[in-house]
């Protein structure tokens, strides 16, 4: 093998014009996908405090909004929807006048084109917040299953053009997927929460929903943060059960759980950069500590190295505004 002074590493980095020449990955506008959260009301565009610049929109609001983000050329949205009331069994999430449903035709009616992706999971409609239904202080699994059938089967009817469930529960891909086929929507993908780890950087995101557990933990359904042969058997079932894209979540602390899913399968795979990630880059920006522009791109890029297809991110308009 050549070696120094033959070899010269230096000589591809000399220019900008040389190093773009050699690039091997990059973040690019279609990759991205903007969270966004609809609120149940009227003249509420509030800015989320741990989240900066984020903002929860009730529907008279969310036009501008999406108009934004499809300016911007944005492809698609996550919507999460924070009811007025809750129940015990989340059935505000599965009413077809409820606010996500709601938002969804507006969405839909405004910016056509957008892809309207639905977070599907009970939790943000539940009065005890937990992702399923509560049998004897523990989250049923089975019992679950078809409400978020349900779920998904509204939003779809709605007018969303994916559905991407959140919660956890054992065969649940499979639940929808059944869901939907049975009422003629085999064209619906499925992108799943495939290894959702239970992470204490979801924190501002329960904020911003409302969303936090009332007691306990997500432990007994989220994945424990140790484990990662246990993320590829979570990816392997939820592809057999019939998910389109799989996910890692969160995405920073598992980077190498995104590299080991893409090498093990041959699936689209999305990764979440989840608020706890976005709230600490904005502190720090804040104070100006940190370049917030170039962390940002940075820490994407690096997203794109490890593996993913495409990114959830609070960054999304900024970054979209950054590569024009
Ligand atoms: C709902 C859900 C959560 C997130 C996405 N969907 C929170 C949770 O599981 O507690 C987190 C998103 C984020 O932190 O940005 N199950
Ligand atoms: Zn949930």
Redesign the pocket.
């Known amino acids: 093998m050549a070696t120094f002074p033959e070899v010269r590493l230096r000589r591809l980095r000399r220019t900008e014009a040389l190093r773009s020449m050699v690039r091997e990955n990059e973040v690019k506008v279609a990759d991205l996908i903007y ?1 966004m959260f609809v609120v149940e009301g009227k003249g509420i565009n509030d800015e989320i405090v741990s989240m900066p610049d984020v903002y929860r929109y009730s529907p008279d609001h969310l036009q501008n909004a999406v108009e934004e983000v499809a300016k911007l050329e944005i492809p698609a949205i996550i919507l ?1 929807g924070i009811p007025e009331h809750k129940d015990e069994v989340g059935s505000p999430g599965y009413d077809s006048n409820g606010i996500i449903q709601q938002a969804i035709r507006l969405i839909k009616k405004t910016v056509p084109d957008l892809v309207v992706i639905t ?1 599907v ?1 009970l ?2 409609y539940t009065s005890h917040g937990h ?1 399923g239904v509560i049998d004897h202080q523990q989250v049923d699994n089975d019992q679950t299953l078809p409400l978020l059938s349900q779920m998904a089967l509204s939003h779809v009817e709605a007018g969303a053009d994916m559905v991407a469930p ?2 956890m529960m054992d065969g649940r891909i499979k639940a929808i997927r059944d869901g939907l086929d049975g009422k003629g929507f085999t064209h619906i993908p499925i992108m799943s ?1 495939a290894a ?1 780890y239970s ?1 204490a ?6 904020d911003a ?1 409302e ?2 557990p009332q007691f306990g933990d ?1 432990r007994a359904y ?1 994945m424990d943060p140790p484990n990662s042969r246990e993320a590829l058997r979570e990816v392997e079932q939820d592809i057999a059960e019939g998910a389109d894209i799989v996910m890692v ?2 995405a920073l602390a598992y980077m190498d759980i995104i590299r080991q899913v893409r090498d093990n399968f041959n699936h689209p795979v999305a990764a ?1 950069n ?3 990630e ?1 709230s600490m880059v904005k502190a720090a920006a804040q104070r100006g500590w940190i370049d917030e522009k170039r962390v940002v791109m940075e820490t994407l890029t690096a997203m794109k190295r490890a593996g993913t297809d495409m990114i959830l991110t ?1 960054h999304a308009k900024d970054v979209a505004g950054w590569l024009k």
């Open positions: 969270p999460f977070d999971c939790c943000e992702c959140s919660d929460y959702k992470s950087y979801y924190g501002p995101f329960r929903a969303s936090a997500r989220q979540k969160p979440y989840v608020s706890g976005y609070y």
